[in-house]
């Protein structure tokens, strides 16, 4: 048992690290790559990873779920086309519908989140700002400025009593990805240095997998 909880160990610290060490060194080591397309997905409005196995595609109304270790897509549900999509604590999947007003008076309101979390009555949070969500879980919502002409400014949203407070502006995590040169990258959703998400120019979404082999 001991010698198993070692052998793991030393697995998990050789995948953390093998990512910044000389390609040459890379090589030496028994590591299994995989770079491949995961096909029918092109420009997804949003991709979330539910868990280490299971990827979300938000395909206009369609929610299909790719498992990692199948490699198979599955429609999975559908949403309507102004909800955003999160996913909870034990990857449930959390909606928020999103509704815009014009108003005339600081005493109205511009918008509207619906939200509905799994085994939890629905409820509605009513905002003066013109604002989007660009991240939501079970307790709170991150939103920014909806609209390109206004300030742009970043609030966090307490879902259960609806309270609202700026915040600064998000910071870009930078992270490393390994991508083919042949593949024009814009953008990656990274679940850990081992598993992540590439999308090319052309909305092509790609999976890239590597594991230490024993």
């Known amino acids: 048992m001991f010698t ?24 030496r080591l028994s590591v299994e790559r995989k770079f491949r397309e995961i096909e029918n997905i092109t420009n997804p409005q949003q991709v979330i990873w539910r868990d280490d196995n299971r990827i979300l595609f938000v395909l206009e109304e369609k929610l299909l779920e790719y498992s990692v270790e ?32 014009i108003i005339s008076s600081p ?17 509605d949070l009513y905002f003066f700002e013109t604002i989007r969500p660009l991240f939501i879980s079970e307790e709170r919502i991150i939103a920014v400025t909806a609209l390109d002409f206004l300030e742009e400014n970043f609030y966090r949203i307490d879902i259960e009593n609806g309270d609202k407070k700026q915040v600064p502006p998000l910071r870009k995590v930078k992270r ?27 909305g092509n979404v790609y999976l890239f997998t590597q594991k230490v082999i024993q």
Do not use: M, W
């Not at 559908?78 to 928020?96: K, M, S, V």
């Not at 005493?107 to 409820?123: L, M, R, V």
């Open 4 to 27: 198993d909880l070692v052998s793991k160990i030393t697995i998990i610290l050789l995948s953390l690290v093998l990512t910044f060490l000389p390609s040459d060194l890379q090589e």
């Open 70 to 101: 199948e490699e198979t897509l599955t429609e999975i549900g559908q949403r309507e086309p102004n909800e955003f999509l999160g996913i909870g604590e034990n990857g449930e999947i959390i909606f928020c519908g999103i509704e815009h007003y």
């Open 107 to 123: 005493d109205e309101f511009s918008t509207k989140f619906a939200i509905k979390i799994p085994n939890q009555e629905k409820k």
């Open 176 to 202: 490393k990805v390994l991508v083919p040169k042949d593949i024009q990258f814009k953008k990656a959703y990274v679940r850990n240095r081992e598993r992540y998400v590439v999308e090319d120019i052309f």
